[in-house]
């Protein structure tokens, strides 16, 4: 790691011409930082991770570009021989309304099965790169039928300002599983002690920030003011709620809204 | 396709106050940028390709980190139902000086035992996606054992000097075979068409350039002047040779030297 | 220009499997896009602007760092003949709140003073530029004294993530008054005109949309609940409100939270 | 500074699936990464550099975009108090064959002269600015007339791959003198001593390197066969050399050849 807490308000204060104060108000130009979305000066601190990640779930993290990587090459080297492994009763249903999500579980007995053909197949496809080599096939060509849960490698340097944004990206409910606990694992047993201000202040002004269109900003004044019919209709004309047999149908959009209002502990206008 | 041939000689004469000329002074500029690397010009192109790679290629291909990028999401959808295939007479031998390269061809015979086993692996993993998706699993989740063989789809955005900068390294001939194909294709077949000067002036400083470290220099200068005992006395000493039973065996960088000698059309001292 | 709202639609698709679908579900797909922060998409379309911009402003231009750029030399012209002039009525009050901003103009006397000695300066700085390269100067070193205010010219391209990245920050109420000028030009003359339906999306979603922290969530929470006194008290335990001389005095953190309170409608409590 | 050499070798490693071997081979295979431009174990190391530049340098400086940055603000702090001054021998002349260069330097009594209106357009300049903040002008708009010889400071931070990049281009004899200035002393006072392999490797594979086009290459092997009068009508035919009263003159890419013939001790065939 490269920096800490002092070097974020070191370099705010470059730009200020002034040196550093006291952890009081060094706490609150760290947070007023967040808040403004000055970014530049998290990016003074840079951290670099030794990881050990299925393939499958690499293919996710790599799309962040503003890193660096070095990655374990099955070019030069044999394969990682370990592949990622499901649990009987880890096998995740596919979700109904979102359509990249999952939810919930299946049953354990359909979960066993599918544990046990997991394990087949992987022994099978290492089973087919083994015998490559052994006929004398070159590692680059001989991985092409390796299962994506095949375990790779990497140095991943990356610094705090980007790794922030990694990390509210992948630590956030939509993200896959698998990515999520690399994600919570930085977050909270890394991040959060290396730059403990820092991290309270993503956590306040960022992850568990909650933004309002400024669409949802006028339903929410006619609810604050009471015009519950008014919101109502508003939502009717924009098609975010729908008649359907009686009872009104919210959209994705008026869902979403729905659980902004539960967090302000409002009761959504449509189920009154 | 955004710009060409003339928005690169626009952009550089911004910087120079004037407008454009003639074709011929147009040429002798962007050959100028080319050779002097002045690559600022070359971004002002830009071309979005759509492109269907099987995963392992796709991996190398992403490491190029200043490119838009949209994949083909089997979070989102059923992967495609594609995999790379590989002919009989295409199962590359490991190479033996380089470690991470190929050389020559396995035999027929072993060729097409691999290629069935190639098959029936590939349609075992695919049965295995199929089963799960079947039973419920999330799309995200069930795509985990897909070999790196599958075909992915993306859109791929990126200006010329990029562009130009993975085309160096990807139809080098140290890059992998199958994404060589590719980078030959762009290169030839789309660039060559795009941006003619530009592609020439690619050709003839870039792509087929030839360095000489300061090292290699002191010792071309030797050779030039007739003074080959010395030049060899150099090498031995940095052991770039090594006497192995009566004759200098070259290390690897004598032996990248050695072949730079062949292109100048001179001989090798050490096999005089 | 390159792509407008079909090609974000286009890319967003391609990670879905699916081919184009009508306009009102185009326009639901973009404006899911931007709420849910999926942002690769929008990097399909690119576009390039020519630009003629004050040296001081275009110092906080080429801050964002993901574009290509071409600026006219000044080692290798002569530097553009012309600078930023203010008008009498142009000249801003030093902000007393906010140090990095400024609030209303000075008087009209004090006004005419300052633009005349900028008239002066200006040309002060020209003869002696002038004299420089007539006295044989090189370009490069005679340009030392320039002021800030002369004119460059360049080649500005970007794609439309990174562009809307740029407005957000630039047409924002805190940026310097001279390159929100710019800003607003692109943003409502040129990118509502190329790419509507994204237009719209980012006012709805990005410019106009509010940010509650998970504090100030907190607080709204209990003002929403008629818990005034609650949310007094929280405010004053974290020193958002001070008493001075009898009257709570809210702190900067405090006063943002009012101004998005009267965007709600709602008093500021400790103003009741 | 975080990582030095043996960071480099580890994360080459990783990629091989080895860990770190003797002095001498991890020299090697620095040695081999720079050579193969296999630059991505040279961003596993990162410096942060205070640093303090007039905003002229300063200007080309902040071109290269691969870095993190923090400056003086201007908006928020009244400028530094400083101007980059030139010495009566310091002022060099206008180069005749390159446009954007210099060479030489002007007499002294012409130097003095310069330098005495130097001292007094810059004293004229900070008197107008501080004229503004005594009048209430907000600093942002004060600024708008300081010369580009202000001096500003930032912290710059930067991994070691695009900071070499950044030294190989400005420590070059095309670049301006004064961020040469800045380029060698980065060089050879920091990193040399911070990363001494990679430095050795750098001189020898990148800044002392010479490259020969594949035209270059084509005209050498001519020279190196005694293929001379060859070589000569080769370059008539491409207009390198032109017949000028009796003699041939070289054109720009020709005496960029002969420059490099120079450095192999051969003679320019247009001058025998």
Not at 5 to 32: C, F, H, P
Not at 180 to 206: C, H, M
């Amino acid at each position: 790691m490269m920096g800490d807490d002092s070097s974020i308000v070191q370099a705010a204060r470059v730009s200020r011409g002034t040196g550093t104060k006291g952890r009081r108000q060094d706490e609150e130009l760290i947070r007023y930082l967040m808040r403004q979305r000055h970014t530049s000066p998290f990016e003074m601190c840079e951290i670099k991770l030794h990881v050990r990640v299925p393939m499958d779930c690499w293919r996710q993290w790599i799309r962040h570009r503003t890193a660096n990587v070095n990655e374990y090459s099955t070019r030069y080297s044999v394969a990682i021989e370990a592949m990622a492994s499901t649990q009987p009763d880890h096998w995740r249903r596919q979700a109904k309304g979102n359509r990249q999500g999952s939810e919930g579980s299946l049953d354990i007995e359909t979960g066993r099965m599918l544990s046990e053909g997991e394990q087949n197949i992987q022994q099978a496809c290492r089973r087919v790169y083994e015998e490559r080599l052994k006929a004398g096939v070159a590692r680059e060509q001989a991985r092409k039928d390796l299962p994506l849960s095949t375990y790779t490698e990497a140095y991943w340097k990356i610094d705090l300002h980007n790794l922030l944004h990694f990390l509210e990206l992948r630590m956030a409910p939509n993200a896959q599983y698998e990515i999520r606990q690399y994600a919570n694992v930085i977050g909270y047993e890394i991040v959060s002690k290396w730059v403990p201000i820092t991290w309270q202040a993503f956590l306040d002004y960022r992850l568990n920030a909650v933004q309002f269109s400024r669409i949802e900003i006028e339903l929410l004044k006619d609810l604050c003011a009471g015009r519950v019919q008014s919101a109502l209709d508003g939502m009717v004309k924009m098609e975010w709620l729908k008649e359907k047999k009686g009872v009104l149908a919210p959209n994705l959009e008026a869902q979403e809204f729905g659980a902004k209002l539960e967090t302000l502990g409002l009761q959504k206008p449509w189920e009154r």
